[in-house]
């Protein structure tokens, strides 16, 4: 229970209010005198102070006002025989949080210290979420130092600095790239970046909502505007006003829902489902997809209109495969945060496993390399990190690995290819020469020329079979 003070001259009031107070559980002190009030408030410190508002000769709001200057998480109730609207607007003005009438009713009088304690603990439990969540944000690091990587990191500090005194609406934001580039990542990034971070970051995954259903759940609806609606529900857009909005996978944003988001775009308003007012609203949109959108523009799956109004501010998002070192970067990372996860001292890479990584091709992006890590994590019984750890077998087939090279134009050292086939087409016939060469159609004098180049014996199957495997 909060500690009250009482600041009343009329006493036989005063000790009204505070044995009802007192006897509710709070801890009280009366003070009859103005000139008492600032000694008694810094020896109490309360957390809530109910005040008349003409003392004798001291005026009770000036006095709320030097008692909000030292103390401004301090609540206040003013308390007042000349009612009126100016009193109640000066008071809330200089930092009153309620206001009563007298002649007081107690039960009123308590009703008005709970509501008043209940409002400040929430005020104060989402005040520390927000510095929470804005020390997470401050956190992110959009890592890596590829020219893109490092491109994008320069686009969000040039938005930063033009958004940051801008007075009207923030343009929307598109983000495009394949699945798990960090698009998420990215989004967040932004938000910690922009005017709106002190508000909240709500997420929406635009493919894991029912068509049916998806109107309510951006726009809200009111009681009874369907079968099942029996309250009424604010959609997320209200949800995430001062804040942002993050519509992930726009690109499975149902059609017929298009022009409704379009106009809230441009007009800054919506109307829940069933409703019948517009309700503004003041907030980041994010979206992004994997989707190549002009392909859906040109199909008729996704409006033209829309599309351009999303792409005002466009940040598109590389494959992993395309940013060189910072696949070991991204590795050396993750296996920090691993090793944190699972109390381990330090997670490690050998050089091979390394080189492996460097030149896999990472088909699912950075998405794949955390789960591949911590899968390998998982699997050892130290905490050095193997080639033969991956949790992915096509990275150490050399074939695959040249059939890809290729596909991305980088060299491919064909001996390497050569041998390796040489090598399983030993182990699969158990060492016999002729059965390998006849399996890769050349001749017997041939396969022993290869193996005598690259060092290979029929007498180390099990060398062969470890390689191969």
Request: hydrophobic share 40%.
């Amino acid at each position: 229970m909060p500690k009250v003070m009482i600041v009343e001259d009329e006493v036989s009031l005063a000790r009204a209010m505070g044995e009802a107070l007192s006897g509710a559980g709070h801890q009280v002190r009366l003070v009859h005198v103005g000139e008492k009030v600032a000694a008694e408030f810094r020896d109490f410190s309360p957390q809530i102070v109910v005040m008349d508002v003409r003392l004798g000769g001291i005026n009770g709001l000036d006095l709320l006002e030097c008692i909000k200057r030292e103390s401004p998480e301090t609540e206040a109730l003013v308390i007042t025989a000349y009612g009126s609207v100016e009193v109640a607007v000066d008071a809330m003005k200089r930092g009153a949080t309620d206001f009563l009438v007298k002649p007081v009713d107690l039960d009123v009088l308590e009703a008005a210290i709970a509501r008043v304690w209940a409002a400040s603990q929430a005020r104060r439990q989402l005040e520390q979420f927000r510095s929470a969540q804005a020390e997470r944000l401050r956190q992110i690091h959009f890592i890596g130092h590829s020219p893109t990587i490092t491109a994008i990191r320069e686009q969000v500090d040039r938005l930063s600095k033009r958004t940051a005194g801008a007075s009207g609406a923030i343009p929307a934001m598109l983000l495009t790239g394949e699945t798990g580039t960090g698009k998420d990542l990215l989004a967040s990034y932004l938000h910690a970046a922009l005017p709106h971070r002190g508000g909240p970051f709500v997420a929406l995954n635009c493919s894991a909502v029912p068509a049916d259903l998806f109107e309510s759940e951006l726009f809200g609806h009111q009681r009874g505007s369907f079968s099942g609606a029996s309250s009424d529900k604010p959609g997320l857009i209200e949800t995430a006003n001062g804040g942002t909005l993050f519509l992930d996978e726009i690109g499975d944003l149902p059609l017929p829902l298009q022009p409704k988001l379009l106009r809230a775009l441009e007009t800054h308003t919506i109307r829940r489902v069933g409703g019948t007012r517009d309700r503004t609203f003041d907030l980041c949109m994010i979206a992004s997809t994997n989707r190549v959108l002009p392909e859906q523009v040109a199909t008729g799956r996704f409006r033209e209109d829309l599309f351009y109004r999303l792409k005002v501010v466009h940040f598109k998002l590389p494959p992993l495969r395309e940013r060189g070192e910072d696949i070991l970067i991204l590795a050396d990372y993750f296996l920090s945060r691993l090793s944190a996860k699972y109390a381990l001292s330090a997670l490690t890479l050998t050089p091979s496993a390394r080189e492996i990584l460097r030149h896999y091709h990472w088909p699912g992006n950075v998405r794949e390399l955390q789960h591949a890590l911590e899968s390998a994590t998982l699997q050892i019984s130290g905490e050095t990190i193997d080639v033969g750890d991956l949790p992915l077998p096509t990275m150490i087939d050399p074939v695959r690995r040249a059939e890809r090279d290729i596909d991305l134009g980088r060299p491919v050292h064909l001996e390497d290819v050569e041998k390796n086939l040489i090598e399983r087409a030993l182990h699969k016939t158990d060492g016999n020469v002729s059965a390998a060469a006849r399996m890769l159609s050349i001749g017997r004098e041939a396969m022993r020329y290869r193996m005598a180049k690259f060092g290979l014996s029929v007498e180390q199957p099990e060398d062969i079979h470890k390689r191969s495997d």
